[in-house]
């Protein structure tokens, strides 16, 4: 394929496309749900409009579950150096970066990571999503990204800009109306387009596109019925075998009493709710909110001594669902290490495989230390200290820990025979 002006315009058109679809997305995930445009009004009575975030909720759990403890990772081979160089290079950023990554494409449905050398000459890496980025691939099995665009604006200036990454060039560009004016070109040291995809799912869908109606239908059912509560103080008073003049409403309404012959009747006219109609079905909907999403409502009122088990088996779906993010979230941060390696290797010369580096996830849960280390002593001879070292959330690098045991090892071994020396003389 070559790069063409054409070609730029399509996929320019294709974003601005998406900036327009995924939108909506954004909104939700925001708080500006549908019902602040679309809350049918009602003059002279209350009309407060309520929003649940139900999605930016989902949303951040899920990013926390799966993220919110660092990534570890370990070299099959025992290759102690690059676990350093990932360690030194890469642990001072990606922890803030995975998570963000992983929220934008939970709201947009894909996100991706730029790969760039910065100023200071390091390697590193930025978020985009549909509404700032388009992807181009060559549609084969592999999936290979043959062209990428930039969208962006800079601060104080009106004009707006697009980046165009194929190949081993950058191509800088301005946009003025229909018009795609050059601005140079740069070449980077990656042998391929530095752009990863990382998706919510196979179906590249928003990760919380199924409970969008059921949010409309709780927002409106809960500001209906606040508003039909806040209408009580507006109740109508009916007046039975009595007229009142109009200049007597003023002085009875201030004073707080009504006169009125004998036989006449006063009652406020207000409209009867179902109130076990209306709670059942806000904890239907509730419900389904959960279900479909695969969350687990933490408000509900659970036993004090629930154990970790009975935590895990309540997560169980919340589980499945994030061991398949996982997965794509691992493919990711090996696409990432390929090119960090490809980096490293014309930088220092070194040359490391991708494929040998393991990536382990550790779920941000309640951890009973106790059992982890009765299980992590019952399992001595049977796995490596590396792997017993990565089953403890708090160790982030098993390999860096290690190591500093020995360390420890070998030094008190020295302080036992310098000792034992003063002792024999």
């Known amino acids: 394929m070559e790069l063409n002006e054409q070609l730029i315009k399509d996929c320019l058109q294709e974003l601005r496309t998406n900036q327009q679809s995924k939108k909506v997305y954004k909104d939700y995930y925001e708080g500006n749900h549908s019902i602040l445009k679309n809350y049918r009004m009602q003059d002279s009575r209350s009309n407060m409009k309520l929003v649940f975030t139900y ?29 350093n160089y990932i360690d030194l290079n890469l642990s001072h950023w990606d922890k803030h970066h995975n998570q963000e990554l992983r929220k934008q494409s939970e709201i947009f449905g894909e996100s991706y990571e730029l790969q760039y050398i910065n100023s200071d000459g390091e390697f590193s890496a930025m978020v985009l999503n549909p509404t700032n980025c388009y992807v181009l691939t060559d549609g084969t099995v592999d999936d290979n990204v043959i062209l990428a665009l930039y969208n962006f604006k800079k601060k104080f200036d009106i004009s707006e800009y697009l980046d165009v990454y194929f190949q081993n060039y950058i191509y800088h560009y301005r946009l003025e109306g229909s018009e795609i004016i050059s601005l140079g ?56 075998g009595a007229t009142i003049e109009e200049e007597d409403l003023a002085k009875m309404k201030s004073m707080g009493i009504i006169q ?36 687990v409502n933490f408000n509900e009122n659970w036993a004090s001594n629930t154990s970790s088990l009975a935590l895990k088996n309540k997560l169980i779906n919340l589980e499945n669902r994030c061991s398949l993010k996982e997965s794509i979230m691992e493919k990711v941060l090996k696409q990432r290490l390929r090119n960090f390696f490809l980096f490293m290797q014309k930088k220092t010369g070194k040359y490391f495989d991708y494929r040998d580096i393991s990536i382990k996830f550790t779920r941000n849960l309640p951890v009973d230390l106790a059992t982890t280390a009765q299980i992590i002593t019952q399992l001595k001879g049977v796995i490596s200290q590396e792997t017993a070292l990565s089953l403890l959330n708090f160790v982030e690098n098993p390999k860096l820990e290690l190591e500093k045991y020995r360390n420890e090892q070998d030094y008190n071994m020295i302080d036992l025979e310098k000792v034992n020396d003063n002792g024999g003389q």
Not at 72 to 77: L, W
């Open 185 to 240: 070109e740069d070449i980077h040291i990656f042998d391929r387009v530095p752009i990863v995809t990382c998706q919510a799912n196979a179906e590249k869908h928003c990760g919380f596109k199924d409970i969008i109606s059921l949010v409309d239908a709780y927002n409106a059912l809960n500001s209906d019925l606040v508003n039909e509560i806040a209408d009580f103080r507006n109740s109508y008073i009916c007046i039975e």
């Open 260 to 295: 009125v012959p004998s036989n006449a009747k006063v009652y406020f006219l207000t409209k009867q709710i179902n109130d076990s109609f209306v709670q059942n079905e806000l904890n239907n909907i509730e419900k389904k909110i959960y279900d479909l999403s695969d969350q």
């Open 55 to 83: 999605p930016k909720k989902f949303v951040d759990n899920e990013v926390g579950y799966i993220l919110g403890e660092p990534v570890n990772y370990v070299s099959k081979s025992d290759n102690d150096e690059a676990i």
